[in-house]
């Protein structure tokens, strides 16, 4: 029972090439995010959904798309795929909590391996 | 803006001694903290978080807000504990704005 899962694993593409990955999660959380881990895994928060919705765009290129069709789905689509994109791509999801309460932890995927030749 | 500090990016021991991660936080609220740890070329797994004040695995950690650090700690470490560590704070900017900022990690190695 994988909670959050991503696909592909990996993702081998040309420059200029345009890709998706997609992630779902059956943990009933309401919060969704893509992170970046760069060669030297380094990790940041590219976006985050709640209920659908966009709450966070961490400055990323207009190339990066998140789609939420669902509170359990964000796939992330990527056109025109330059070099440096070359990353690990995690998704992660936790519960937003009410009040003054803590959010849940975040929950990872497993990761998807993008390699841009 | 929250910012975390891991400020070794790597940190070998041998088996059974001690070993210390540390991680500084800034932010002017009260944050969350957490310990994720990655084993190789898996995903990251949350290890420990300041509120519950457990110990998992061995490893503790606990929060002082006088010297805004959160290092993780245990007695003796084992080789399956070599791993990418990474320190996260949490914050949340209102309704559902809520991010972990991670430290650029440190790799654990437990030599034998």
């Known amino acids: 029972d994988t909670a959050v899962s991503q696909t592909p694993k990996y993702l081998v593409t040309q420059m200029g090439n345009d890709k998706s990955i997609k992630c779902e999660q059956n943990?009933?959380?309401?919060?969704m995010y893509w992170y970046k881990q760069d060669s030297k895994k380094f990790l940041k928060i590219m976006f985050s959904?709640?209920?659908?919705?966009?709450?966070i765009n961490e400055t990323v290129p207009n190339r990066f798309s998140p789609k939420s069709p669902d509170k359990a789905h964000l796939n992330l689509h990527i056109n025109s795929l330059e070099l440096g994109d070359s990353a690990v791509y995690f998704c992660?999801?936790?519960?937003?909590?009410?009040?003054?309460?803590?959010?849940?932890?975040?929950?990872f995927g497993n990761g998807t391996r993008l390699t841009v030749t | 803006a929250q910012r975390v500090t891991q400020p070794e990016k790597l940190l070998s021991v041998f088996k059974g001694a001690p070993v210390e991660l540390k991680c500084n936080y800034s932010y002017s609220g009260s944050p969350e903290l957490f310990w994720y740890v990655q084993y190789s070329r898996q995903r990251l797994q949350l290890l420990l978080r300041h509120i519950s004040r457990e110990s998992i695995k061995g490893f503790t950690a606990d929060l002082n807000k006088g010297e805004t650090s959160f290092h993780l700690k245990k007695p003796f470490a084992q080789e399956e504990d070599s791993a990418m560590y990474y320190c996260a704070v949490g914050v949340n900017s209102g309704g559902s704005n809520y991010k972990l900022t991670f430290g650029k990690g440190t790799l654990l190695t437990v030599n034998p």
């Open positions: 992660a999801s936790s519960q937003a909590g009410q009040g003054i309460s803590y959010n849940s932890p975040l929950h």
């Open positions: 959904y709640n209920n659908k919705e966009l709450i």
């Open positions: 943990l009933g959380h309401d919060t």
